[in-house]
């Protein structure tokens, strides 16, 4: 490893969509300007469902929105500033940084620190593969603050100036353990699920669980460590660092990268009849965008074809693996004025944990990111499906989600190619006898939709007994978990650990260490509600999930079909 801050460890459901206004495709809210028209969502959305937990969320016609401490009315601004050209921002910090050590130390003075990890459950070790190397993942957040006049500008929807900010862009990026390639999860910004309890130690607050919220509001709830643990308790990935970024510094490092180069397959106006829209207007083909028009880019959905936000998410990914391109080509990077001005806008505009808190411990990160080619970096979506029980919303598609996070734990590239090292490290401890390896097994299979699956520990626990494991027992405690893990307390069970998972047909990628065992115990999660086989469904080989939109970096042909209703 190359810094000392490791620690020791698409495409949605296809659904009918009617097209509705979209606030940060608004006319109005170009830079410079406080408010915007009331439009629709900004997420995906089938036909005219609300948005109550977003702040660009709404129906386009004056819709009811939800009310009470930080709620959004109808002007909310240019959200999309934020939403995708944030991590943008973040990216690039990780895919560039090593272009030249430019970064001065008073630059450290500027970088914004906060807590890595607010969660009551500790998140579990990395475990090092045979080379000693480990994986890492860091979770980028865009955050809607609206605190400085910058922001504000930016941002707009006076009402909302200092009010709680929500974390409207989430992006894990996985660095394999042997450097090899990069995989992108991005998770939509209204994704329903269960935010842990956080406590804010600085300011002395806990905020209890919330059974059933958008995920954007953990950022409000004690800020991006929140976020953090809400990620943690959901994909069971363990976090090494987090990158968050406002609206401040977005524009002016559009200007001083000088242009990033996209595609649309025929001549493009993002503007309606009653002005909706962002404003963008390209010819066919593929040119560059930078400032103002790289926002528009960005915002834009009316235009694109579908209309939803699902073609905006595409559109970003495309702007986003450009701009690595064009940064990696290194042609608007040999003047040290525009590179100064570069790494002064990303600096001014990052929000970083404890341990990423100075520019050499960035430029070491981005040291060991260098040798990755275009063609590993693979950016997909999180699997997810239109929710019922809160419409406008999504949730994470049954099976698949859980898929890519299980290549994501397993260090499983994305784009299916081979690592140089992709299995789990096997113990080289001696291994137990079953018969005398105690093991503690839970019931952690309830969800939102489904309490827990009844019996389902002693289940378990009589398939250890009949695999020789005749001290296992089932535990009264009944922890929500999503997918089934082995824990063990200290490296001497871990052999056993993986013994007792081979037995069961558990992946030893879902072999964790955890200081919140005192000895072996099994968490049967959600993935394995009945049966006496742990599903082959989740057993994760190959590539990624169809339904996660996988586009690479080095894809130069994506180029943005056209609603022919916006075309000129």
């Not at 100036?161 to 929500?166: E, I, S």
């Not at 493009?268 to 028009?293: D, W, Y």
Request: hydrophobic share 35%; with cysteine.
């Amino acid at each position: 490893m190359g810094h000392s801050s490791v620690r020791g460890e698409g495409t949605r459901e296809r659904v009918p969509h009617a097209r509705a206004a979209g606030r940060d495709d608004d006319p109005s809210s170009g830079p410079g300007t406080a408010a915007a028209a009331a439009s629709a969502a900004a997420g995906p959305a089938g036909g005219t469902a609300r948005r109550p937990g977003g702040r660009d969320g709404g129906d386009g016609g004056g819709g009811r929105r939800r009310v009470g401490k930080g709620a959004r009315s109808g002007k909310a601004g240019k959200r999309r500033v934020l939403r995708w050209s944030a991590s943008v921002l973040s990216l690039l910090i990780l895919a560039t940084a090593g272009a030249g050590y430019l970064y001065y130390e008073h630059l450290n003075s500027k970088i914004k620190k906060d807590d890595l990890y607010l969660g009551k459950n500790k998140m579990a070790e990395h475990r090092a593969n045979a080379a000693g190397q480990t994986p890492l993942n860091i979770l980028l957040i865009g955050s809607d603050a609206r605190n400085s006049k910058e922001n504000q500008k930016l941002g707009g929807a006076r009402e909302t100036f200092d009010g709680p900010p929500l974390a409207d862009v989430q992006m894990l990026v996985h660095i394999s353990a042997d450097r090899s390639n990069i995989s992108v999860v991005s998770m939509p910004r209204d994704t329903m699920l269960r935010i842990p309890e956080c406590e804010d130690k600085a300011a002395g607050k806990v905020y209890p669980e919330r059974q059933w919220a958008s995920t954007n509001e953990s950022l409000s709830r004690g800020g991006p460590g929140c976020t953090v643990a809400t990620w943690y308790e959901l994909t069971g990935i363990r976090i090494d660092h987090f990158m968050m970024v406002d609206f401040a510094g977005v524009v002016a490092m559009a200007d001083a990268i000088g242009g990033v180069p996209v595609c649309v397959t025929k001549n493009i106006h993002s503007r309606n009849a009653q002005g909706q829209g962002s404003g963008l207007k390209l010819p066919a083909g593929t040119h560059p965008v930078k400032g103002e028009q790289a926002l528009q880019w960005l915002r834009t959905r009316y235009g694109f074809e579908g209309g939803t936000d699902l073609a905006r998410t595409r559109a970003q990914h495309m702007y986003m693996n450009s701009m690595v391109r064009e940064l990696r080509a290194s042609t608007k990077l040999t003047d040290p004025n525009k590179l100064r001005k570069l790494a002064e806008a990303a600096i001014g505009a990052l929000t970083v944990d404890p341990e990423l808190n100075t520019i050499s411990k960035l430029y070491n990160l981005a040291e060991e990111l260098k040798s990755v080619p275009t063609a590993r970096i693979t950016m997909t979506t999180m699997p997810n499906f239109y929710s019922t029980r809160s419409p406008g919303k999504v949730e994470p598609k049954p099976g698949e989600a859980e898929q890519l996070f299980e290549m994501i734990r397993q260090d499983i590239p994305l784009d299916g190619k081979a690592s140089r090292r992709t299995a789990p490290a096997v113990s080289k401890d001696p291994v137990a006898p079953a018969a005398e390896t105690a093991v503690t097994v839970r019931n952690g299979t309830s969800t939102d939709q489904l309490g827990a699956a009844k019996g389902r520990a002693t289940e378990v626990a009589g398939l250890l007994a009949a695999k020789g494991y005749t001290l296992a027992s089932a535990d009264v405690v009944t922890p929500r978990q999503a997918r089934t893990v082995v824990q063990f307390p200290s490296a001497d069970l871990e052999g056993d650990a993986q013994a007792v998972a081979k037995a069961l047909g558990i992946p030893i990628g879902s072999v964790t260490k955890s200081s919140a065992v005192e000895g072996i115990t099994l968490v049967v999660g959600a993935d394995w509600r009945e049966g006496d086989a742990y599903p082959k469904a989740a057993r994760t080989t190959g590539k990624a999930p169809a339904s996660a939109g996988a586009l690479t970096a080095d894809n130069t042909k994506e180029c943005m079909p056209v609603d022919p209703d916006f075309t000129w």
